[in-house]
């Protein structure tokens, strides 16, 4: 086959893309949105320990003064959008490209969209103050849908999911205690969660050590899958060390403010309450460094100047969304190359 006709093929999953793109913006236009861009290249990236970002130098030439030093590929736009909102932002979204090394299977490219974006929002008594956020996806999805499938009602892997709001909600305790059976420590007590999980016939590998590996080794296989059907849902009130960017529950220092978004058993988006205390950001970087170092992963500088920008930010919560994934559920395409003119797994 011919790169003409190959690409020629993937026309209609690029032009339901516009239509996607195209409902984004409208909705954020409607709702008072600011569209800004951050730069791509940046001097500190983001410090997820699983996460690991394309590194390239920087050589001053023409005259430029400084250093030669070492430059990433942001695998979010993150802490440039926060700094945005510490010097005033209210409401804004970046719709553009990102990059995570390493990163290819069925619903993963190395280069990929994310729209991420954030609201100022007046605190509110108790916890979940995100709440404007879950209705912006809601509305969002049940829109994606009607353009690109005619109706909320949209057909992955044969089976219905109804996208028309509202949408489920489901702590992460909840989802474990329901679909695994295991009552989750959500203090982070690694040896009290292999204990319950090998009640329950769980086996995990002799790796499987840290709280997290035993967390998602059983979240994979047993409630990933399950969530997001017949109706996306809201996965809430997730472990605080899970979660380094988030405020933790007033009532419950052991439970951070962080949601993700599934439909039909994928990952769609991952969102928070902002954490805006510069101190806490720092130690829970520091933090994720010390974890980068000990899984023998590159350990990325601290953002000084986002870690400052945190402390001037207002209450605010922010979400990530995986664009070329809600397209794939969206338009019934089963991979990610279906969705991308030139994807990586062709071009590597």
């Known amino acids: 086959m011919s790169p003409t006709s190959s690409t020629l093929r993937k026309r209609p999953a690029s032009r339901a893309r516009q239509k996607l793109y195209s409902r984004i913006r409208a909705y954020f236009e409607e709702a008072g949105f600011d569209e800004v861009e951050t730069p791509l290249l940046v001097p500190a990236p983001g410090m997820e320990p699983h996460v690991d970002c394309f590194e390239t130098r920087f050589v001053p030439e023409m005259g430029a003064s400084g250093d030669e030093r070492p430059m990433w590929l942001h695998g979010s736009p993150e802490f440039a959008m926060k700094r945005l909102l510490a010097d005033g932002w209210q409401r804004i979204f970046q719709l553009g490209k990102v990059f995570r090394n390493g990163e290819i299977a069925k619903s993963h490219n190395p280069e990929f969209t994310m729209l991420e974006f954030y609201r100022v929002i007046r605190a509110e008594e108790g916890h979940r103050a995100y709440g404007p956020i879950l209705s912006d996806l809601e509305e969002l999805g049940a829109r994606g849908a009607q353009a690109i499938a005619g109706s909320e009602r949209v057909k992955v892997d044969g089976a219905e999911v109804d996208l ?6 489901l702590s992460v305790k909840d989802a474990f205690a329901t679909r695994a059976g295991i009552e989750l420590p959500m203090n982070g007590d690694a040896e009290l969660l292999l204990a319950r999980a090998r009640e329950r016939g769980f086996d995990p590998p002799p790796s499987c050590k840290s709280f997290d590996d035993l967390f998602f080794t059983i979240f994979l ?10 109706r996306p849902t809201f996965l809430v009130d997730w472990p605080a060390s899970m979660a380094a960017l988030a405020k933790l529950r007033p009532d419950d220092p052991d439970v951070a403010e962080r949601f993700e978004l599934y439909i039909a058993g994928r990952e769609i988006a991952n969102g928070y309450y902002e954490l805006n205390d510069s101190a806490e950001q720092r130690a829970r970087l520091v933090a994720e460094q010390e974890l980068r170092r ?3 992963k590159r350990v ?6 986002f870690i400052e920008a945190v402390g001037r930010m207002p209450n605010c919560a922010g979400v990530a969304v995986g664009v070329d994934r809600l397209l794939m559920i969206l338009g019934g395409f089963e991979s990610i190359d279906e969705v991308l003119l030139f994807p990586s797994s062709e071009e590597l």
């Not at 028309?164 to 909600?169: L, Q």
């Open 221 to 230: 296989t047993a409630i990933e899958p399950t969530l997001g059907w017949p």
């Open 164 to 169: 028309s709001p509202p949408w489920d909600r």
């Open 300 to 305: 990325y500088p601290l953002d000084e100047r």
């Open 294 to 296: 000990r899984l023998g």
